[in-house]
């Protein structure tokens, strides 16, 4: 696919000129980590996973798909039976579950943890329906390829919207549902925050330096704090948006902003039959869109304190467990500390 001519061909001669001094800059500048931060293609080719990354190939609203996924199972002798589908978030990969599979795999379970399509090592469509009901049934179609037939699905920031979609539409598969800071706890566009046009997204999108990215995950994520571990994923995400592809991953960001926008899960919270496992770090602020709702409206978003407790008396069979020294990322944060937490939730089953 010719990249170059997408953006010809979708774009205003004004946009695509500040597209591409926006991509050019990227480039310029730089990381904030490296001045030679390494740039990748749309695809991830050359940025390697912890574990084998295997390819489920299929068609979805008349076009030829590639999902990448990681499918990494327990050592002979000691699985517990169990699988664990696990779903990234917005600004995450099937990768940045590593810590998370090995803790799993130790633990004897199978692990699968795919890339979505237009996400990381999976296919960026020009045109496609972003819903995540799309998503959802994606992701049971490799697991029917998997011929795995009840799992436990775990979605951490923009995958716990997905993973509650995908208990929704396949209750008899999900046994059981985890949730990590999900965003979606509460309804931004109802709570005040304005809309934003795709075309505005794809703007915001084509800004994004490492520098930025890095100053966003260090204040949301990690509670201002950084470990030089942490720059594996600062450099991910920004050698996407400065390699070639860069303006078909802007577009697809976009468009997949504009799905968690528009599409709310919290609102069916109440249908939610299965077990269901929260582990919040309260010190999470993340609202998409905040920073565009008038001021009183600000203040009320974001409030993971409040809002992992809203979730649990919202969901019929909650467990909640708060981290309230932690943000978004608690996984990442302290390992050892949440898988534990994890591990016994699981085990509660």
């Known amino acids: 696919m010719d990249h170059r001519r997408f953006s010809q061909r979708h774009f205003t001669p004004t946009l695509l000129a500040s597209g591409i001094s926006s991509i050019v800059a990227v480039g310029a500048i730089g990381s904030a980590i490296a001045e030679d931060a390494p740039e990748y293609d749309g695809e991830l080719s050359s940025f390697e996973y ?44 099937a990768g940045t579950w590593e810590g998370t599979i090995e803790a799993l795999h130790d633990a004897g379970y199978r692990v699968v943890a795919p890339d979505q399509v237009g996400f990381c090592k999976s296919t960026k469509p020009e045109h496609y329906q972003f819903s995540f009901h799309q998503l959802a049934a994606n992701t049971q179609a490799l697991l029917e390829d998997l011929e795995l037939e009840e ?32 965003i979606g706890l509460e309804d931004w566009k109802a709570l005040g925050v304005p809309y934003q046009s795709i075309d505005e997204g794809y703007q915001a999108e084509l800004e994004k330096t490492a520098e930025g990215i890095r100053a966003y995950q260090e204040s949301t994520y990690y509670v201002d704090t950084w470990e030089p571990e942490y720059d594996r994923w600062v450099e991910m995400l920004a050698g996407m948006y400065a390699g070639e592809d860069g303006d078909l991953v802007a577009w697809n960001q976009a468009l997949t ?10 609102h069916e919270f109440d249908q939610l039959q299965m077990p269901t496992l929260l582990l919040i770090g309260e010190k999470d602020n993340t609202a998409i869109g905040k920073e565009r ?3 009183e409206v600000q203040k009320n978003l974001g409030r993971y304190d409040v809002l992992g407790e809203q979730a649990v008396e919202a969901i019929p069979q909650a467990t909640l467990v708060e981290f309230p020294e932690l943000g978004h990322s608690p996984q990442i944060q302290e390992p050892e500390r949440f898988h534990e937490a994890l591990l016994k939730g699981l085990e509660s089953q």
Request: hydrophobic share 40%; charged share 15%.
């Open 50 to 93: 912890a574990y084998p990354v295997e390819r489920f190939n299929f068609s979805s609203q008349g076009q030829d798909m590639q999902m990448a996924f990681l499918d990494v199972k327990p050592e002979e002798g000691s699985a517990n039976g169990r699988t664990v589908v696990l779903m990234h978030g917005k600004n995450f990969c």
């Open 151 to 182: 799992v436990t699905v775990m979605g951490h920031s923009m995958g716990g919207m997905l993973a509650t979609r995908f208990a929704l539409m396949y209750p008899e598969q999900t046994e059981q549902l985890v949730m990590v800071n999900p």
């Open 257 to 266: 902003s504009d799905m968690v926008f528009t599409q709310p899960v919290v």
């Open 293 to 295: 709702a008038p001021e």
